[in-house]
């Protein structure tokens, strides 16, 4: 069964840092594309990051871009999102999921694999 699992969420004062991470099993990172997503209340999710299964392609949403950084440990087969001058709008629940119907980074909906979140509190 595939299953991934997000951890190292928490309470930060705005300016301070955060690395989340995600652990997959059942199934090989690297043989699929990563995306981390956040969702703020009331809000939609968004994609916050992105790689492809080779590591070729990083995306990153406008607002993270020079303050988050998306690193893979093939290994322990987990990835993470280093967050660094944290902002009280980076306030979310932040997931992670994965597709198989490419090895592309795609749209929200063609993501079939969901961890459950870990909350990222940024207190101003």
């Known amino acids: 069964q595939l299953q991934l699992v997000e951890s190292g969420g928490g309470l930060v004062q705005a300016g301070g840092s955060l690395r989340l991470s995600c652990a997959a099993y059942?199934?090989?990172?690297?043989?699929?594309?990563i995306a981390w997503f956040r969702q703020a209340p009331g809000k939609e999710r968004e994609m916050v990051s992105c790689i492809s299964s080779t590591g070729e392609t990083t995306n990153y949403l406008d607002s993270v871009k020079g303050r988050f950084t998306y690193s893979r440990d093939n290994v322990k087969n987990t990835v993470y999102l280093q967050m660094t001058s944290l902002k009280p709008e980076d306030t979310a629940v932040y997931y992670c999921a994965s597709t198989s119907v490419s090895q592309w980074c795609v749209p929200v909906a063609l993501y079939d694999y969901w961890g459950r979140g870990t909350q990222v509190t940024v207190s101003s």
């Open positions: 059942g199934f090989t990172l690297n043989d699929y594309p």
